[in-house]
């Protein structure tokens, strides 16, 4: 019902800051978290969309000298005429990228709480 919005909208945010906070994360929860990457991953890696996005931010990262992976989509696409990225600094990068499944494995429940 329209005149319910405003309640919904207020039991959503408050189901939202219960979430917040020191909650510990059972290792059952890191498990399905485990999971649902390693599935998700099957899937993309299959996929020449996800490598072609996958390359596109290594060579954004390079030739922005950063190698966080959190800067895709932040960074500007790449100039067409720009410098050539070294082949050897890509390569170093697109393994850090295929690596991220076994840092998923490693990630521990104190990991996830940060």
Do not use: H
């Not at 996958?54 to 060579?59: E, K, S």
């Amino acid at each position: 019902q329209p005149g319910a919005a405003d309640q919904c909208a207020s039991s959503v945010f408050a189901e939202m800051r219960s979430l917040e906070g020191d909650a510990p994360i059972t290792e059952e929860e890191l498990e399905t978290v485990r999971k649902q990457d390693r599935e998700r991953y099957a899937i993309d890696e299959r996929e020449n969309s996800w490598w072609l996005s996958r390359l596109d931010g290594a060579v954004r990262r390079v030739r922005c000298g950063t190698t966080s992976e959190e800067a895709d989509g932040k960074l500007s696409p790449p100039a067409m005429d720009g410098p050539a990225v070294p082949s050897q600094v890509l390569v170093d990068m697109l393994e850090v990228i295929c690596k991220a499944p076994e840092r998923m494995e490693a990630m521990t429940t104190t990991d996830m709480q940060k």
